[in-house]
């Protein structure tokens, strides 16, 4: 059975840092393309990054670039974000989410066909 | 970046009734349009990609149609477990874009 567990939420102060942890099974985790989306109380979802399969190449939304970094260990089936400079609008549940690529020819387009079920952040002073 | 426009924000509707909801790409995503179910509290779920393709063990009565900048994705007879927020969202590119959201009650 496929299985994307999140870790890593908790209450932060604005200005601090946190890093999530996604914990992979049930998959070939190098086989897969992984991301991070978030969801804001209230808002809707919000993509923030994808990483590689052998995490060589990394994009993001402009609302996080330089002040998150997302990284995997394809050895431990594990994937990360660094959340750094954090920000009162931050305060989200952030998902783990495997990337589904349904036209190879076409490069990275896809489909987010897993999602773990969440951990929480809340920057606040 | 591609704006993704849903249609309507919100709808009651009741157990059995058919429904459509609506997503326009602010310029041509091809067929590169995927639908996602959200539950408080649940992960999301991937219904449809590609525009048109059911997502294994998502039920038949879910569809979606459409290319270029419209999209639909229709419920032929709503089901109790089908109440929830769905959300559209475009991968012809980055930064990968949902809209905003179709929230739907019960009636």
């Known amino acids: 059975e496929v299985q994307v567990v999140e870790s890593g939420g908790g209450l932060v102060q604005p200005g601090g840092s946190l890093r999530l942890s996604c914990a992979a099974s049930?998959?070939?985790?190098?086989?897969?393309?992984m991301s991070w989306v978030r969801q804001a109380p209230g808002k809707g979802l919000e993509w923030l990054s994808y990483?590689?399969?052998?995490?060589?190449?990394?994009y993001y939304a402009e609302s996080v670039k330089g002040r998150f970094i997302i990284s995997r260990d394809n050895a431990e089936s594990s994937l990360s974000l660094q959340l750094d400079n954090l920000r009162d609008d931050d305060t989200a549940v952030y998902y783990c989410?495997?990337?589904?690529?349904?036209?190879?020819?076409?490069?990275?387009?896809?489909?987010?066909?897993?999602w773990g079920q969440g951990t929480t952040v809340i920057v606040s002073s | 970046d591609i704006q993704m426009t849903q249609s309507p924000s919100s709808l009651s509707a009741s157990v059995g009734d058919g429904l459509t909801i609506t997503c326009r790409a602010s310029e041509n995503i091809n067929i590169y349009l995927n639908w996602y179910q959200v539950k408080p509290g649940k992960a999301p779920k991937l219904l449809i990609y590609g525009a048109s393709t059911l997502q294994s063990g998502v039920p038949s009565r879910f569809s979606g149609s459409g290319s270029a900048r419209d999209f639909t994705l229709t419920i032929s007879s709503l089901q109790p477990d089908d109440f929830a927020t769905y959300y559209c969202q475009q991968s012809y590119n980055t930064p990968y874009t949902f809209g905003q959201g179709t929230n739907l009650e019960i009636k």
């Open positions: 990483i590689s399969y052998s995490g060589s190449t990394t």
């Open positions: 049930g998959f070939t985790f190098s086989n897969y393309i």
């Open positions: 989410v495997r990337v589904f690529i349904y036209n190879p020819a076409s490069g990275v387009k896809g489909a987010f066909d897993f």
